[in-house]
């Protein structure tokens, strides 16, 4: 916000006074200019821009305001939309999607305690997805201006070539001409949008910098907090085999800082294009499964969201540089189609119920300093209690579910407030605990991740094919 407010657009990519630099896609950056404004209304000490990070008690009131209220205009209209579509709409389901989506309790830790606007994103994708049902165009539209806002959503952009491909196919009626002239609309409505984001970095010849503040690949592929997925595992085998000196080990990889989870010293680090090619080969199959399931006409939007939650969780488990954060963008749109639309389907809101769950414990690791470190932990468990509430979750049917679940936060809590503090503080082992914490998360959050993608990609075909049947 201080960098967009200060410096002129030609210097917002190469600005390196503060250690936050902007890393953001232009959009972002406009939104943050928005919010400069407001801010120099309300105290203009909150836009100084110095190398040290500044803190006060104003900045704390402006960036929770700014947090709630940008959800509240961006959010809240995109999920009653979509809640409202379904024919039957006012049911407890109704309000329950729109209760857990808002409520979401990584939400209120990443956004409302950490201060971060993923909310704010997540409002664009939810109404670009509504948009899919009846206005795919408008849907195009909103979609590329999501990526130039946050450009991790480009992940999904396959999701929506199938979806707008489909959807001129069939509105062509095997009608070359319609169908050239319905591909060109949405054609030259994308780039519009690209082209105007573009054209002031190009201008002001920032592209070759833009395009390296977006796509840091000289990172190492796990962040400063490792995520929750598969490449806490390998980061974490590789500090074992170190461990035993054995002579192929040698530091393939070690950051200007030296952090320890990032420094690999037996195995190769992991590269983009691995990766990526990993990412595409498990998301095929989510495409093929679309492109059927868009046969229905009513059912886009519906498809859409869930192909839309799947691609995002598996790109959670093998994206490069994966922030342990970025599982919500699964978990919110995933949420709104498992309640609304299952809502008598024991069996997929319990493990909804403990995917979203044990994603809120993966997040925790962002607070650490007192009294955040116990908010959070009242956070969870609230949120946990009432999604078994309220969703009516058999615990006696499901029951190895939940005592895993309260085993992992026990052991997670004991860790933090013990073993931390007496042993790997003492030692200065410092990214142990959030290892071993994205490693209790791994496992459960990978379970659940192939249980939903086998639900989309293979049984849910099986059911469809019976209610056609029947």
């Not at 670009?128 to 952009?157: G, R």
């Not at 070539?161 to 949405?186: A, E, P, Q, Y």
């Not at 869930?306 to 691609?311: D, E, G, L, R």
């Not at 078994?388 to 679940?405: A, E, G, Q, R």
Request: net charge positive; aromatic share 18%.
């Amino acid at each position: 916000m201080a960098i967009t407010f200060n410096k002129p657009i030609k210097d917002w990519y190469h600005d390196e006074t503060s250690i936050w630099t902007l890393d953001y896609p232009i959009f972002f950056a406009y939104f943050e200019l928005v919010l400069g404004f407001f801010a120099n209304i309300f105290d203009p000490s909150i836009l100084v821009l110095s190398k040290e990070p500044f803190f006060t008690k104003n900045t704390l009131i402006f960036q929770r305001l700014s947090v709630i209220i940008s959800e509240l205009i961006s959010l809240v209209p995109p999920i009653v939309l979509i809640c409202k579509s379904k024919s039957d709409s006012e049911t407890n389901s109704f309000y329950l999607s729109i209760f857990f989506t808002m409520y979401n309790a990584s939400l209120v830790i990443v956004d409302h305690i950490h201060f971060q606007y993923n909310g704010f994103l997540m409002g664009i994708l939810l109404l670009s997805i509504y948009l899919t049902a009846n206005y795919p165009i408008y849907s195009a539209i909103i979609f590329t201006c999501l990526v130039f806002t946050k450009h991790f959503f480009i992940v999904l952009a396959p999701v929506w070539f199938i979806f707008l491909l489909n959807t001129c196919i069939r509105r062509s009626k095997g009608n070359f001409v319609i169908f050239i002239i319905s591909s060109f609309k949405v054609l030259f409505s994308v780039l519009s949008v690209s082209a105007f984001a573009i054209t002031p970095i190009i201008f002001y010849g920032q592209l070759n910098q833009f395009i390296s503040r977006l796509f840091p690949i000289s990172r190492s592929f796990i962040h400063f907090i490792p995520a929750s997925n598969l490449y806490t595992l390998y980061s974490i085998a590789d500090k074992a085999l170190a461990k035993f000196n054995l002579n192929f080990c040698k530091i393939y990889h070690l950051d200007a800082e030296g952090h320890y989870i990032k420094s690999m010293k037996c195995i190769p680090p992991i590269k983009p294009i691995f990766c990526m090619a990993i990412c595409i080969l498990f998301i095929i199959p989510v495409l093929v499964r679309l492109w059927h399931s868009l046969s229905n006409i009513k059912e886009s939007m519906k498809s859409v969201l869930i192909a839309s939650s799947i691609s995002l969780l598996i790109t959670f488990q093998f994206g490069f540089h994966i922030h342990e954060k970025q599982i919500l963008y699964a978990i919110i749109p995933l949420g709104i189609y498992t309640i609304l639309f299952f809502e008598n389907s024991q069996q997929l809101l319990t493990h909804f119920t403990f995917l979203s769950n044990w994603s809120n414990i993966s997040v925790m690791v962002l607070l650490e300093t007192y009294p955040e470190n116990i908010i959070k932990y009242v956070i969870i468990i609230a949120y946990y209690v009432l999604e078994l509430l309220l969703l009516n979750i058999d615990l006696k049917k499901y029951s190895i579910h939940n005592t895993l679940f309260i085993f992992g936060l026990t052991t997670i809590f004991f860790l933090e407030f013990f073993v931390q503090r007496f042993v790997f503080d003492r030692l200065q082992l410092v990214f142990i605990y959030h290892a071993l914490s994205s490693l209790i998360c791994t496992f459960p959050i990978l379970y659940y991740t192939f249980y939903f993608y086998y639900f989309w990609v293979f049984d849910s075909t099986k059911n469809s094919n019976r209610q056609k049947s029947n």
